[in-house]
Each structure stands twice: as C-alpha cells, then as structure tokens.
C-alpha cells in the first residue's frame, strides 16, 4: 500500500499504554518516542516527516486521562479532555468560562471532537487559542515522568514556538485552572470565525469594585513565539470607571509590552492587532 | 502489526494492520468501494474524508486505523436511508453541489450538525461545516442547502417528534 500517491506517515512502533506509568516506561526505552493523543497536530506531524518517531504511544485508553473534576480551589481538566468536551463541559463553563469560549474558537466542529487539551498544551503552537488563555487564568500543567508528577505554572511551561518545558519522557496529564471569584473573563481572536488559524488573540479578566476595575490581566497569543503578558495594559487599566473608551485608551499601553524581535509580520499590523484584541476583551469582560 | 475491530456502516471488520495507516486510507482502500470516502487532500485542509466515529463528525485523514479500534464508523454510504441526511442529500445536491468531491464529507458533517442542532441559524450553519471545504461552489449555497433541509425535516416532524440527540 505504501508508495503510491499520496503523504502517508512514516513507519513506527505503536504501543497501547494501559496507564500513564507504562506510557512513561515506553517512552523511557524509545529513542524517539511521541505520545498520540487527538492526532489532530501530531498527523499533520507525521505526514509532513516533520517527526519522526520510533514509538508511537497512544494514550487513547488511558481511563485516568479523561474527564474534569472539582478540585475546590480549582478544576482539573484531564490531558484527553477534547475541546469540544471542554467546550460542553458544565463544571468547565460554570467555573471557567473562558476555557470553555477558547475551546469552541478551536479550528472546526470535526477537529474540537477528537484535539485535545493535552495535545494542545504540549505542541505549544503559538497559533493556538489554549496558550494565552491557560496564561491569563494562572493554569498549571500537569506533567508526568519518570520521577513522578509535577506542576508547571502556564507562564513557565510554554518557553518557544512550538517548545513545551516537557522532558521527552514525560506526558501531560492535564491542566490545573484555579477559581477566580469576583473576576470575569473574556477571549478575543482574529479572524473571529474558526474557520483559520488564530492571526492574534488576547484573553483578558477584570475584577469590578464598586464600579471600578479594580485590577485587570491581559495575555496575548501568536503576538511572539509564547503567550506575552501585557503588564502596562495591566496597570493601565487598574482604578478606571466602567465605561468603554477609557478602557480602550488604556489597551492602547500594549504598545509598550509587544516588543517583537523575533515576531513576524508586520509590527506595526502586530501592535494594531494587540491594541484592538486587548481593548475588545476587556470592554467584553467588563460587559461596558 | 496492530489488530482492530471496526464495526464500519454496520458491518464488523476485523483486521490486521499497519500502524501508520491513516482511517481514510483504511476505509478506502480495505473497507469500501471508491465512493465512501474521497481521496485525501493530505493536508486536513477539505474535510471530503469527515466520517461519524462513534456518532461525532472527525477527518479520518487525521486518525490512524488503530485509533478507531473498537469504534462505530459510519460514511455516507451508512447515511443512506438516514433521516436527516436524506434529505440533507438532496438538498445539497439541489443547491450547492458542482463537482460533489466535497459533498460525501458535507453531508455527513450537516447531520452530525442537524441532530445535534436542528433548527440552526445561518451563522451555526457556517460554523458547523467549517471543516468541510467546497471549493467550486458557494458556502452561501450551502447553508442555503442546509436551512432548506433543516426546514423540511420541521415540516415532517423531526422538531415536534423530538428526533435528535443531545450532544
């Protein structure tokens, strides 16, 4: 079958893992083993010979995996949650919201059913929605390893265009999302429509006082190689009355936190977009 | 190499295969005649190939094989005598279709669509197929093919009946 028209993917080994420990071991004994998830970036991957695996391990029946829980002070969305799971998710969308808005931005209907949070997390793709969102909530990624289990704070865990500080024996195993009282969130992208990639995203919370913003976080995705935490539009925005156009004015500070060496494109374009994003998702989360 | 048991259209098929194999290939090649899935674009990018994969519409150009092991596949030929994709059919074929290299993967993705959502506004139409490309026709065609579908099925009593699923 193989030689005849058409990208096929590249020979491999493929192992079941029954649980994340055995994942973990037959990573451990492969040169160039790679964890399949949704397969939804890691096919594209394979065909392209972008990667070139020995091993194949599919955490697709890995029980422990699967499913959100009520932690108390936070959520914990298992690795193999899809974005659409996500996206339905009652716990996710009463505790979360803005994880479960991102998830409903992700590429189309057919790739939300089978992507999944974990892979989202560590192909660390800066045109990806989760980044920047699991940025500005303060999520933890959950990695597992050889020594055992850890926690990366997302503002730690994305270090480069599509580099994800996981070891390559280690697996996501999921994503840790704290409660936020009294703050709201909201994502913007563009294009709105998930019909292409995120060209730029900002993902911004307010918490209200007394008619006030009383403190503001703002991230922007795909505007540098990680997701950027734009302070002075942070600060510019703390004490400012509910209305639209200070807070627009003060989006206008991202200037000062898109500072792109190494982006591409146009920097103007860049800073516009940021400038826009970031206004558009406060005045959202604010509801002004 | 892996084995798998793929229930695909109803039919159950055991088989041995290659790691590698994508589903489309699989379904193609070892499973169906021709015309259950199209040939693949390889990019992910048409979305010709969307099949159901235990009742939710996916590419089966980004799944392996292996990956469908102990899963229900159904291609368009499984939709045949389906109530909504019926009608879906035709209207597709009524108002949008000019090649019909797409229309295999639309019509299996407006029924994952309709029976999940079945009165949808313009707008989840467009979202809704968002994976499917037709490339020589109108997207405005085919939401228009969709509504119409979606109206009929009204008509017939799928919305009072309750006929859907809730996803």
Partial sequence: MRGDSGVLPPEFEYVRARDVAEAVRVLADSAEGRVLAGGQSLLPLLRSRRVLPDVLVDLGGVAELHGVRDEGDALWIGALSTHHEVACDPLVRAHAPLLAQAAAAVADPAVRRRGTVGGALAHADPVFDLPAVAVALGAECRVAGPEGERGVPAARFFVGAGAAAIGPNEVVTGLRVPRWPGWSFHYERFPSDGRSWAVAGAAAGVRLVDGHIAAARVVLGNLGPTPLRASAVEAACAGLPLRAAPVRAAARAVDADVVPPDAVGDQDRQRGLARVLAGRALIAAAEV | ?167
């Fill in chain 2, 1 to 167: 190499m892996p084995d798998i048991g793929v229930t695909v259209d109803g039919v159950r098929h055991d088989d041995e295969v290659e790691a590698w194999l994508p589903l489309a290939r699989y379904l193609r090649e070892r499973v169906g005649g021709g015309g259950v899935v199209p040939p693949e674009c390889e990019t992910a990018e048409c979305g010709g190939c969307t099949v159901l994969v235990d009742g939710a519409a996916v590419k089966s150009c980004l799944m392996l094989a292996v990956q469908a092991d102990g899963c229900a596949v159904t291609t368009v030929e499984g939709l045949a005598d389906d109530l909504v994709a019926r009608p879906l059919a035709r209207a597709l074929r009524r108002h949008a279709q000019r090649c019909a290299r797409c229309l295999p993967g639309l019509v299996v993705a407006a029924t994952d669509l309709l029976r999940n959502r079945p009165d949808p506004s313009e707008q989840e139409i467009h979202e809704g197929l968002a994976g499917v490309r037709c490339r020589c026709g109108d997207d405005a065609d085919v939401v228009r093919a969709v509504r119409a579908a979606a109206d009929s099925l009204g008509v017939w009593g799928t919305r009072q009946t309750g006929v859907r699923e809730v996803g």
